[in-house]
């Protein structure tokens, strides 16, 4: 299990209210909720301990390295941008415990304390997070031309020249029956079908948003199966501490830039193989129509359900992401319904055909959770008959502008009296 509680930090103050204030992570897990509510935050924090966890795990430094004070605020919450939610003095209210499947870690006042659980399940992840800023990526072509952006959006453009340059023939792409291929000799990515060919540069927005977080999940999900596949024996004693070494010499290296050192520790680290997918994702509905909405993320579960120890996290303001995560909840329900019955073949394929069958999620497995605010507080979703409630803010949204229009048919009404 691994969880998460967090109490006056950013635009979360009084944090989760039932549970005892653990929000855990599933399988899959989203946030929704208004802007500034800290759907972001959570799921930042989340990637941050995700990674300091894989790190400690891999054994980059001791743990009393990561517990130096003002560490986590000034190299690892930078990294996200969230520095400023802790007051330059280091006397914080923000207290934040995370809990892993390795280590537990716990800020409070200003200080960091981690401790190393005894007994744990842990699989070394890829941890990608892909930001809500992606949606000029493709104008694009090296990190360095970022002046002004994030660390983690510098890092995604990474990933993103990674799987281009790893693209064999075109891909599928899950909307519109379009095709992606990549012109390697000129730099340029072009989006096909039988009608026309365009630069991706040339797309509509939506285009430009979803190709690279589909991309950059379709090739880590296929490296980390590759990785999970090869078997590669465990470093010994003498290579593990030749590693520790060069991770050291890395990090105290001042001549090679955040991005540089984050290269040079990945190719470090490719003797550690990756055996799960962690895939955090900002706004999978950005610029899209509501039905290819529902092809991404048809496509993130299924990726997703690529690995028994990934992990799928979204944040979202869209209604239509909610309900077609109960839409995924509900078909699994019916496919263990339909596992029983002697019409087995042919109700599997006509439930394939509604959903495909390597997309659906086990209620189990879910967990989406309502950040408000105003009041600083998050809400789990709550279920009926095990399955997600409709009932959150985004649907509420949708009912307010429907009553907006019922009021103003019975103003016409009156006016025609």
Not at 111 to 135: A, D, F, G, W
Not at 328 to 352: C, D, F
């Amino acid at each position: 299990m691994i969880r998460l509680r967090v109490k006056n930090f950013g635009p979360i103050h009084d944090g989760m209210k039932e549970n005892d204030g653990w929000l855990e992570f599933k399988r899959v897990t989203a946030f929704v909720g208004n802007q500034g509510s800290g759907k972001s935050t959570l799921a930042k924090l989340f990637s941050t301990f995700s990674w300091i966890e894989k790190a400690l795990v891999r054994g980059d430094y001791e743990k009393k390295w990561f517990e130096r004070r003002g560490r986590l605020q000034n190299q690892f919450f930078s990294y996200h941008r969230l520095e400023n939610y802790i007051e330059p003095d280091g006397l914080s209210a923000a207290e934040i415990e995370y809990e892993g499947e390795a280590y537990c870690f716990r800020f409070s006042r200003g200080q960091l304390t981690i401790t190393q659980r005894e007994e744990n399940n842990y699989r070394l992840p890829q941890v990608m997070y892909v930001p809500s800023e992606r949606n000029f990526i493709s104008y694009i072509r090296h990190p360095r031309e970022i002046k002004l952006s994030s660390e983690s959006l510098k890092e995604f453009l990474t990933e993103f020249d990674n799987a281009k340059s790893n693209m064999k023939g075109s891909i599928q792409l899950p909307i519109n029956n379009a095709e992606l291929e990549y012109d390697k000799l000129n730099d340029i990515l072009n989006i096909k079908d039988s009608r026309y060919k365009l630069r991706l540069t040339d797309a509509s927005s939506g285009f430009q948003s979803f190709v690279p977080l589909f991309l950059v999940s379709q090739y880590l999900a296929e490296t980390v199966n590759k990785e999970r596949d090869s078997a590669q024996p465990p470093m010994t004693t003498d290579e593990l501490e030749r590693f520790k070494q060069g991770v050291e010499g890395i990090f105290s290296n001042s001549a090679l830039t955040e991005e540089q050192k984050r290269v040079a520790l990945s190719v470090l680290s490719s003797r550690f193989n990756k055996t799960a997918f962690i895939n955090i994702v900002e706004e999978p509905e950005q610029n899209l129509f509501p039905t290819s909405q529902w092809e991404i993320l048809k496509g993130l579960l299924a990726l997703n359900n690529q690995g028994k120890h990934n992990r799928l996290v979204l944040t979202t303001h869209s209604p239509y992401i909610a309900n077609y995560l109960s839409i995924a909840v509900l078909g699994q329900q019916l496919r263990g319904r339909i596992e029983k019955s002697p019409k087995r073949e042919v109700l599997l394929a006509r439930l394939g055909e509604i959903i495909p069958l390597d997309s659906l999620v086990s209620f189990e497995d879910i967990a989406i959770y309502q950040t408000d605010q105003k009041l600083g507080v998050v809400n789990e979703l709550p279920s009926i008959n095990k399955i997600p409630s409709d009932k959150n803010y985004l649907n509420d949204a949708l009912r307010t502008g429907n009553n907006l229009f019922d009021k103003l048919l019975e103003l016409e009404e009156e006016l025609l009296e």
